[in-house]
C-alpha cells in the first residue's frame, strides 16, 4: 500500500482522504496505544491501511466506527458484545450518540445530587450542627461513585505512561538497555 501522512491524498479521483497514525489515534481519543493496538489484535478496530513501512493508518470511517465502540463500552458492553453488536448491523450512530446523552444526563444528575448533599452537609457543619452517621455515610457513597472516573482516568495516564516507556525501549538499541 502506498504510503499516507496526516491530510494526504489517496489517489482515487483526487478525493481528499486524512490519514491518522495509531500515536495521532491515541492522542485524539485519550487511549493508549497499547489498546488500540489490542483493539487491532481482536479484530474489534482495525485500521484500513498501512504505510510503506507498516504502520498503522486509519481514515475516517475508522474514526467513525471508534466512536461507535467507545460509545458502547461507555453504555457499559463489553468488548465481546460490542463486537457483536457491530457485526451485526451498521449501527444507527442517533441511537448511539442519543445513549450518549442519556447517559451523560444521569452523570449530571448524579453529580447536582452530591453537590446538594456537600451543601447541605457544609452547612450543617457551619452552623455546628452534628452530621449524623446515615447522613456521613451517604455522603460518602455518593463521593465513591464519583470518584471512580477519577480513578479510571488516573489508570488510564498510567497506562500511557507506560506505553510509552514500552516505545522507547522497543526503540532502544539491545546494548544500550543492557548497559553495554
Do not use: C
Not at 24 to 31: F, H, P, R, V, W
Not at 51 to 74: F, M, N, P, V, W
Not at 114 to 142: C, D, I, N, W
Amino acid at each position: 500500500m502506498a504510503k499516507h501522512r496526516e491530510g494526504s491524498t489517496d489517489g482515487e479521483a483526487g478525493a481528499a482522504s486524512r490519514r491518522w497514525k495509531v500515536g495521532d489515534i491515541a492522542a485524539l481519543t485519550g487511549l493508549t496505544i497499547r489498546t488500540l493496538r489490542y483493539y487491532d489484535q481482536i479484530g474489534l478496530f482495525s485500521p484500513s491501511g498501512q504505510t510503506g513501512s507498516g504502520h498503522r493508518l486509519y481514515d475516517e470511517s475508522d474514526l467513525s466506527r471508534l466512536h461507535q465502540i467507545l460509545a458502547l463500552k461507555e453504555l457499559g458492553l463489553p468488548l465481546t458484545e460490542i463486537q457483536s453488536v457491530l457485526e451485526r448491523d451498521a449501527p444507527d450512530l442517533s441511537e448511539i450518540i442519543a445513549a450518549q446523552i442519556g447517559r451523560l444526563r444521569e452523570k449530571i444528575r448524579v453529580q447536582q445530587k452530591l453537590l446538594s448533599e456537600l451543601e447541605q452537609a457544609s452547612a450543617a457543619v457551619r452552623s455546628h450542627a452534628p452530621l449524623g452517621v446515615e447522613a456521613f455515610t451517604k455522603l460518602l457513597g455518593m463521593m465513591k461513585q464519583s470518584h471512580e472516573k477519577y480513578f479510571w482516568e488516573r489508570r488510564t495516564q498510567a497506562e500511557r505512561a507506560l506505553d510509552r516507556l514500552g516505545d522507547w525501549l522497543a526503540n532502544e538499541p539491545e546494548d544500550h538497555i543492557q548497559g553495554g
